[in-house]
């Protein structure tokens, strides 16, 4: 059962404020800037920039090296960095903030620091540390995209998700506290048939405004309703959000098909935050109050927009562990197009960096990718790695080993994934020196060769 809308919001209210995150006052700020010109937004950045500099030359000693050694010193404690100033520092990449953590957390940080570590799509797992303004400027984003959808605060949405975090709290208190903010949690990591009968009929019984979740899951979802013949009926639906990988055309055409609505598009990390959404005229808008995002070269250079390139990110809402002019590893393109809806947003004209495959297991459950890769990166040791299934029982798994690597690491990256894929499991662990990119020059980090019993099971390659 739903509760009010009005009810939902309020209680997510009082959580928010309990939490002692600004959720609400950032959501307010954030539907005044996004009408300002894209000269006054980047007045706004600018300032934004300035704040988390001082504040970085201040608390984040790796940073505050950095920034002499630019010859920013004297201009940051001024106020006075222009944001073409940012390319006179150095790039940073994951393993920059890995092996600086304790020269870049600021554990003081009003609200106070938390501990996480990302899903390791990149290969090389991360932990690091955020505060609650970066934890606000998420929320914040979402609620104010949902709005562009139609979907107030507290409307009925539905998560097909994963992460073991929300997975160890799915006890009953957090049952209670899901359905009193009208949210509904569906497991992407265990998507097995009969699974994904019972997730079709929750949809329907829960009549969502907006459905949420990694975008290989909804597509599988939406291929599995397609092959069973099933009609959805979701008369209160808006919008279906996908995350956490690139959507491909053929998935795109297939979620909209089945569940009747259009597909929004979310690009974000763990470490680097909450970044673009799509709105209802199609185009994918940038958080540009909280995120810059510069487009280069493999040199290093700006690229020209509607040019491919790597995103490098600097998150202005991140000053408990600053990422500033950080590599993401994605590739993008900026658009050369303006907000059709007259915001002064930055727009992306696509994603084409970091995807996924659906790993199978022996008893037929379909699982994500990442219910593997938060094995992988929990484990001290493992550098980077690359999972390949090459049967329904035999897994490739191979690491680049660190310091940490011993023969404890070796046994719980056995016993994990025989935990996800069963105890009769052949793991052929690997240890290498490096790890090679496939032909096409991309970097999977979890790729199968079992075959999917459904309409995902036809090729992305031409996507």
């Known amino acids: ?56 030359l201040l608390h984040n000693p790796w940073h ?24 006179a520092l150095p ?12 020269q870049l ?42 709005r562009w959808w139609g979907v107030e605060p507290g409307a009925r949405e539905v998560y097909l998700w994963g992460a073991p975090v929300e997975l160890n709290k799915t006890d009953r208190i957090k049952t209670v506290r899901d359905r009193l903010v009208n949210q509904l949690l569906l497991n992407a990591f265990e998507m097995s048939p009969a699974r994904m009968d019972e997730y079709l009929g929750a949809l329907q019984a829960w009549n969502p405004l907006a459905i949420y979740g990694y975008a290989s899951s909804l597509a599988l979802l939406a291929a599995h309703a397609e092959a069973r013949g099933i009609v959805l009926r979701l008369p209160a639906l808006r919008v279906v959000s996908a995350t956490g990988e690139p959507l491909f055309p053929h998935q795109r055409e297939l979620i909209e098909r089945v569940f009747g609505v259009a597909v929004s598009v979310e ?3 763990r470490d680097a935050g909450l970044m673009a959404l799509e709105s209802p005229d199609g185009v994918l808008l940038q958080m540009s109050e909280t995120h810059l995002i510069e487009v280069l070269d493999v040199a290093g250079q700006p690229v020209a927009d509607g040019e491919e390139g790597e995103a490098v990110i600097t998150s202005l809402v991140s000053e408990a562990q600053p990422f500033i002019r950080y590599r993401t590893g994605d590739v993008v393109r900026r658009s050369t197009r303006r907000d059709p809806g007259g915001r002064g947003l930055g727009v992306l004209d696509a994603v084409m960096g970091r995807q996924t495959d659906f790993i199978v297991a022996a008893d037929g459950r ?8 938060y094995v992988l990166r929990a484990i001290a040791g493992v550098g980077q790695f690359k999972l390949v299934q090459h049967a329904l029982d ?26 996800r894929l069963g105890p009769a499991l052949a793991v052929d662990l690997k240890l290498q020196d490096a790890i090679a990119p496939e032909a096409s020059g991309k970097h999977r980090y979890v790729v199968s060769h079992v075959p999917l019993p459904s309409a995902l099971a036809q090729k992305a390659e031409a996507a």
Request: glycine share 8%; aromatic share 8%.
């Open 64 to 87: 505050a090296g950095r920034l002499r050694e630019a010859g920013l010193n004297d201009r940051v404690q001024a106020g006075a960095v222009a944001l073409a100033d940012l390319a």
């Open 91 to 102: 790039t940073m990449d994951k393993r920059d903030a890995r092996d600086h953590v304790e």
């Open 394 to 419: 035999r897994l490739e798994v191979q690491v680049v080993p660190d310091a940490r690597w011993n023969e404890t690491a070796r046994a719980a990256v056995i016993e994990g994934l025989r935990t």
């Open 105 to 146: 957390v600021w554990r003081g940080v009003p609200g106070g620091v938390f501990r996480y570590t990302t899903g390791g799509s990149s290969g090389e797992p991360l932990i690091f540390y955020f505060g609650r303004a970066r934890q606000a400027a998420d929320a914040a984003g979402r609620l104010r995209a949902r």
């Open 267 to 269: 690009y974000g990390a």
């Open 366 to 373: 379909i699982m994500h990718a990442l219910a593997l890769i």
């Open 1 to 56: 059962m739903s509760v009010p809308a009005w009810f939902a919001r309020t209680v997510f209210r009082a959580q928010e404020a309990a939490m002692k995150r600004p959720t609400f006052s950032v959501l307010a700020g954030l539907e005044r800037t996004q009408w300002l010109s894209p000269e006054a937004m980047q007045v706004e950045q600018a300032a934004r920039l300035n704040q988390l500099l001082q504040s970085a």
